[in-house]
């Protein structure tokens, strides 16, 4: 019985094995036209996920506007309770739940302490803790790791009091210091329907630090990794469109590492450029090693090997044999095509898939 259990797992692996080598899947008929469609992340995916039609089709995958889509409703956890909008409140109305405290000027619920002006109603601001904590579940799942402290969340009233507070420009989602993350004013990321695809980038950067201790990984891997996991790219599209008749929009791992690591242009202008050229970068990176070099798997051993108190350039070179600087080499985005193809048109994943 022990012999064929073995040999059941060594076939399961070889399987697994075969399916990650094998390329990505044929292309459906017909193919999807939505980001939406396509299938969300998963731990278990064989990878690569998307044949390039479809990705020339679809776009990348966005799954991050789903609440606005008709026949909506919260997911529901393993332990059977739902989160994500509508889980805390609904319209004017708080629901109740277990551990969710609430207090003049501040919310608190599992991972989060959320605090905000005395002008909005405590049923006002649930949302911000809604899409962070959706964030914050779907973000452990996927890197194996449940974070150990409180993220601080601080909404400003307005965009005035965000530049004063952060320095950030609206193109730049939030900042964050520690645990403490100062967000773009939450009326201003639900209205440009941004607010999902912030709480996720935030809690990824946030839940890497916690993972990493007093070791950093370069930024094109964290901007990275926290850009693949919000599933951006369709936005990189959108951002980038208008720059691309004034020359390359893809920059190399050393330019997009200066600019990930430095503090924001003074030029508005040159910082957005900069921004969102760098941001796609990291992103084309980071999907280039989880879609074509092995799959989250692999992210998740080299994670788990910092973790665990390993250097990091030994865990990459476990992993993918280099260092972190060999590996930014391998996978400098300015050297291959973009995934998409030449279907860089801007995309509308905020408006649901047609039926």
Request: a negative charge; proline letters at 9%; hydrophobic letters at 40%.
């Amino acid at each position: 019985m022990i012999r064929t259990a073995a040999a059941l797992v060594v076939l399961a692996t070889l399987l697994v094995a075969c399916a990650q080598e094998s390329g990505p899947p044929d292309p459906p008929d017909p193919l999807p036209t939505h980001p939406a469609q396509l299938a969300p992340l998963s731990v278990d995916d064989s990878f690569p996920r998307f044949h390039p039609d479809v990705l020339a089709s679809a776009g990348y995958p966005d799954h991050r506007h789903v609440y606005g889509y008709p026949g909506y409703q919260p997911p529901v956890a393993d332990d059977g309770a739902t989160y994500g909008i509508h889980s805390l409140a609904r319209g004017t109305q708080l629901l109740p739940r277990e551990g969710l405290e609430i207090a003049s000027g501040e919310v608190r619920y599992r991972h989060l302490h959320l605090r905000h002006g005395p002008e909005f109603e405590a049923v006002g601001v649930m949302p911000v803790v809604e899409v962070f904590d959706w964030a914050q579940r779907e973000i452990s799942e996927l890197l194996g790791h449940e974070p150990a402290d409180t993220l601080h969340l601080v909404n400003p009233v307005d965009l005035d009091e965000y530049r004063a507070r952060t320095g950030h420009e609206f193109h730049r989602l939030y900042r964050r210091d520690g645990s403490t993350v100062i967000m773009e004013p939450a009326k201003v990321l639900f209205a440009r329907g941004l607010a999902l695809h912030a709480a996720f980038h935030a809690v990824a950067t946030w839940e890497l630090d916690g993972m990493l201790g007093d070791q950093e990984l370069p930024r094109w891997f964290t901007e990275g990794l926290a850009s693949y996991l919000a599933e951006d790219g369709v936005h990189f599209l959108s951002y980038v469109l208008m720059f691309r008749d004034d020359g390359p929009v893809i920059l190399t791992p050393e330019a997009t590492e200066v600019i990930l690591s430095g503090a924001p242009d003074p030029d508005k202008e040159v910082d957005k450029l900069q921004y969102r050229t760098a941001g796609y970068s990291a992103f084309l990176m980071m999907w280039e090693l989880v879609e074509n070099r092995g799959g989250l798997s692999k992210i998740r051993r080299f994670l788990h090997r910092v973790r665990d108190g390993e250097a990091a350039d030994e865990a990459c070179d476990h992993v993918w044999g280099h260092d972190l600087a060999g590996l930014a080499r391998e996978l400098d985005p300015t050297t291959r095509p973009e995934p998409v193809g030449e279907a860089v048109q801007a995309r509308q994943p905020g408006r649901p898939p047609a039926s």
